[in-house]
């Protein structure tokens, strides 16, 4: 399952599954020891907080699969930048969104086709 999870994002590290009626949950959790502010660019290692995450990924075996992502609340280290606290952000998911951009452009490509 841990090469599944890498296929989205390298510092993401599998914890466990539960298959649940139709659909898989998959708990991860990033390996990120330094997470970069998207405000400012300032490296910041001081956690804040954790918040759980509940993402939409593509389809195992007929499968629907929720991702539950433990994401970092990660505090600013730059007096200079306007927020004080930022989110970890991934590669594989836009701003706030619930689905991951390659079960998007799968919606997509069916809905084109």
Same mark, same amino acid.
């Given at each position: 399952?841990?090469?599944?999870?890498? @296929?989205?994002?390298?510092?993401?590290?599998y +914890?466990? /599954?539960? &298959?649940?009626?139709?659909? &898989?949950? &998959?708990?991860?959790?990033?390996?990120?020891?330094?997470? &970069? #502010?998207?405000?400012?660019?300032?490296?910041?290692? =001081?956690?804040?907080? /954790?918040?759980?995450?509940?993402?939409?990924? @593509?389809?195992?075996?007929?499968? =629907?699969?929720?991702?539950?992502l433990?994401?970092?609340?990660?505090f #600013?280290?730059?007096?200079?930048?306007?927020?004080?606290?930022?989110?970890?952000?991934?590669?594989?998911?836009?701003?706030?969104?619930?689905?991951?951009?390659? @079960?998007?452009?799968? +919606?997509?490509?069916?809905? +084109?086709?």
């Open positions: 399952m841990d090469e599944i999870i890498k @296929l989205l994002d390298q510092n993401l590290e +914890i466990i /599954h539960k &298959i649940i009626d139709d659909t &898989i949950f &998959i708990n991860v959790v990033s390996n990120r020891e330094t997470v &970069i #502010c998207p405000y400012c660019d300032t490296p910041s290692s =001081k956690v804040h907080s /954790h918040y759980e995450r509940s993402l939409q990924d @593509l389809p195992i075996q007929g499968k =629907k699969v929720r991702v539950i433990n994401n970092k609340k990660m #600013c280290n730059n007096p200079g930048c306007n927020h004080t606290t930022f989110a970890e952000s991934f590669d594989f998911l836009n701003f706030k969104a619930t689905k991951t951009k390659r @079960l998007e452009n799968e +919606i997509i490509i069916r809905i +084109i086709s």
